[in-house]
């Protein structure tokens, strides 16, 4: 069954999925309405005022169904709240001139990246949102002053100017230390792995024959995480 | 109830602990392990994932791990978290400690690159007056080395240089390609040897203390392991003043436990060992403990392309393969601006390059991209970074870990014979990429920042002088007769060379030295 069947099916039949749930509900009632002392598989609720229904118990017969479950930007846009209107503007149009759809494959737009990016600044230590929030500011800015017109409306051409005087390349661990260069550069890598590793690309990239785009191996975490202990 | 006791405590489960434990095991000796991390079970905490079902789409979560560039967001729970256990450093000279506490320690990820030291770095001293030789040469070490290579299964080819030390190697007769015979013949004009990689295969895919060493420890049934225990301190015997074990807590519970020793090994990674020594107020009576730090020179690459390779015209023989330019300066020339030397990792691919080497975006980019795919031809350098007294650790009283153990501060930089070292090193490198016909992309002669390489040594030095060392050579305190540190801290110079070979022929022979005082009854 496809994916998009199988979710299909799954609303079509409330009353199969309502079985499945109603049954771990009511082990959880029995949970609660048990006092500590009594709280042993098969034995009633003690209470000296009240006279609980007896509960029902789960067989455990059931055996977990593999239910597959779809990521949600397959189905949602992701509400930014970090950047300004303008900020947000004029990061949509960075992407789409640095990363445009080309060979078939999405380009940043077509990835949700700028939206992605406003979640991952606004999650992100200061110092990194104010080089975000600094740098798109100082893009429009120029626009406005170069063109008369904000960054989120300039043509390429325009966008090559502002844009093409600050790329430089540079080796793994190290981005450029110029605040601007730094910001260009930086947002440059992160709207393209931000669009590269969408589900938009992997989709594109299986339809263009390859095997694994996108694949590595995750780590879960190892053990319960230190924060619940601290 | 009585206290329990064990012959010998074994903290740290790495590949210097794991060693520790299958020499005294397999002579007979219990031990005990403690670990502060968890087992891992590759079947179960691993899954092939798309990025895109991760949270942040592969590009990690924001603020964690900052120090820990090697990081990624899948593999982010394999890494010791800052805050979990911080540590504190000058904001002008930061420093990245890289760790992972899993059973097993970064022996689980390390890059397998495997070399002996050679008496260039044994005997430093001797050859150009700074710091202090070893009290041990590469004589004595070799066959400890050629143990540990036949384990770890270590390919390499013997090249007969004396700065590049030959091994018990898997016999490396693979051709070079088309690209790396035009960089050595490149290297031969400027007189730079472009030798075979050496590398440990290990077994079944991986070469880590949980495979190959601590298997055959737990076959003799004298060794038990504890996991996700933390060490607090060890003890000490009053009468004695010998140390007879330790107090640790509980990862989860914090549930604070002691237990007994006759002998303790610290085997927890160069700056844990130190850390738990400075914590305990132990062996320090030369008050080098802390001091000395040193690790590699990494940063530094030169990102080339192979111009016959591009244009779908790569092949796997024209481009694939990798070698080592062993050290060639100060060998038998000396340089005006620094001592010492440094390597060369060097590397052809077939595969894609990296958008970063390119100055340009959208349609342009991705031109020169599918242009360039195959044509990659990359060098990273790995430089000896000198010890200085200056450059140490302390405790830091004001901050404590997950468990309130006060956290280690390190005050390191490098000096101007790394900064000079790399300059030069990135111009030869780049003027032999370019004397072969390769078209240098991109380069960089900045180092990460100290700590990067995941090579920390030097801090518990070893010497024949209690006044200037922390431990013999036999990797013994010098104050406390049954304590002895087996990781990476008993560095007196730390070469060009990557540790791991060269701490588990000292943890191999330590071990050896230890069981056999235990039966004269010495200790």
């Known amino acids: 069954m496809r994916r998009r ?13 309502n079985k499945i749930f109603g049954q771990t509900a009511k082990v959880q009632d029995g949970a609660q ?10 034995t009633a609720p003690a209470g000296p005022a009240v006279t609980p229904e007896p509960v029902e118990q789960p067989t455990f017969n059931y055996r977990t169904q593999t239910i597959t479950t779809i990521i949600p930007d397959a189905v949602a846009r992701t509400e930014g709240h970090f950047f300004d209107a303008r900020q947000m503007a004029t ?13 078939g494959y999405p ?21 990194r949102q104010r080089m975000y929030r600094s740098g798109l500011d100082w893009l429009n800015a120029n626009a406005e002053k170069q063109f008369g017109i904000p960054f989120a409306k300039i043509n390429e051409e325009q966008a090559d100017k502002l844009i093409r005087p600050w790329l430089r390349t540079w080796v793994m661990d190290q981005p450029p230390t110029e605040p601007f260069v730094r910001f260009i550069n930086i947002a440059h890598a992160d ?40 | 109830m009585p206290e329990p006791s064990t012959d010998v405590l074994i903290i740290g489960s790495g590949h210097s602990g794991g060693m520790v434990a299958k020499v005294l095991t397999e002579k007979g000796i219990s031990c005990l392990m403690l670990n502060a991390g968890p087992v891992v079970d590759f079947e179960k905490d691993r899954d092939l994932k798309p990025a895109y079902e991760l949270p942040y789409r592969g590009l990690k979560m924001p603020g964690r791990l900052e120090h820990v560039f090697q990081s990624t967001e899948f593999n982010a729970n394999t890494w010791v978290d800052e805050k979990e256990v911080p540590y504190t450093y000058d904001p002008g000279k930061p420093y990245n400690w890289v760790r992972v506490r899993l059973f097993g320690g970064r022996s689980l990820f390390w890059s397998r690159q495997s070399f002996r030291l050679s008496d260039y770095e044994f005997k430093a001293k001797d050859h150009d007056g700074f710091g202090e030789n070893w009290p041990i040469s590469l004589a004595d070490l070799a066959p400890y080395y050629s143990q540990v290579e036949e384990i770890f299964q270590v390919i390499g080819h013997p090249d007969g240089l004396p700065q590049y030390p030959d091994g018990n190697f898997v016999v490396d007769n693979s051709t070079w390609s088309g690209a790396m015979q035009r960089f050595i013949a490149a290297g031969k004009k400027l ?24 298997p055959d420890a737990f076959a003799t049934g ?30 989860h519970s914090k549930r604070e436990m002691s237990v007994k020793a006759r002998v303790v090994i610290l085997a927890a990674g160069c700056l844990e060992s130190t850390r738990l020594l400075l914590n305990s107020r132990l062996a320090n009576s030369s008050g080098v403990l802390g001091h000395y730090l040193i690790d590699s020179l990494y940063g530094p690459r030169i990102v080339c392309s192979v111009p016959e390779a591009r244009d779908g015209k790569s092949t796997p023989e024209l481009m694939e393969g990798d070698a080592l330019i062993p050290r060639f300066r100060n060998i038998n020339t000396k340089e005006k601006n620094f001592i010492r030397g440094y390597a060369w990792n060097v590397w052809g691919s077939t595969g894609s390059m990296d958008p970063r080497n390119f100055a340009d975006y959208g349609a342009s980019l991705q031109k020169k991209l599918d242009s360039y795919a195959g044509s990659g031809f990359e060098m990273s350098l790995m430089g000896e970074v000198l010890p200085y007294y200056e450059h140490y650790v302390s405790i830091d009283k004001h901050v404590v870990d997950a468990w309130g153990i006060p956290v280690l501060r390190v005050h390191t930089q490098y000096t101007d014979n790394e900064f000079n070292m790399a300059r030069d090193a990135v111009d030869t490198g780049a003027a032999m ?9 991109s380069k960089s002669y900045e180092p990460n920042p100290p700590g990067y390489s995941i090579h920390e040594v030097g801090t518990c030095r070893m010497g024949d002088n209690p006044k200037t060392s922390v431990l013999n050579k036999w990797n013994q305190s010098h104050d406390i007769k049954n304590l002895f540190v087996v990781d990476g801290s008993s560095f007196v110079s730390g070469g060009w060379q990557n540790p791991t070979m060269t701490i588990m022929a000292l943890s191999m022979r330590a071990a050896g030295h230890l069981a056999d005082q235990i039966r004269q009854g010495n200790i």
């Open chain 1, 107 to 127: 380009g940043s737009t077509q990835a949700g990246a700028p939206e992605f990016i406003d979640f991952l600044i606004g999650a992100s230590p200061a110092d």
């Open chain 2, 222 to 251: 004298k060794l038990s392991a504890v996991s996700n225990v933390v060490v607090r301190e060890l003890t000490v015997d009053k009468n004695s003043g010998l140390v007879n074990g330790a107090l640790f807590v509980d990862r």
């Open chain 1, 191 to 230: 709207l393209r792995t931000a669009t590269m590793n969408s589900q938009a690309w992997s989709i594109a990239a299986v339809a263009s024959g390859e095997r694994t785009p996108g694949i590595g191996m995750y780590w879960s975490p190892i053990d319960p995480h230190i924060q619940m202990y601290v």
């Open chain 2, 191 to 214: 007189g730079v040897p472009v030798c075979k990689a050496r590398s440990a295969m290990g077994r079944d895919g991986l070469a880590s203390s949980i495979n190959l060493l601590l």
């Open chain 2, 433 to 441: 990429a370019e004397a072969a016909g390769f078209e240098v992309l």
């Open chain 1, 91 to 103: 990061l949509q149009r960075l992407g789409d001139v640095l990363l445009p759809p080309l060979n």
């Open chain 1, 5 to 17: 069947d199988f979710v299909k099916a799954i609303v079509a039949v409330p009353l199969s999925a």
């Open chain 1, 33 to 42: 309405t048990s006092s500590p002392q009594s709280n042993s598989p098969g």
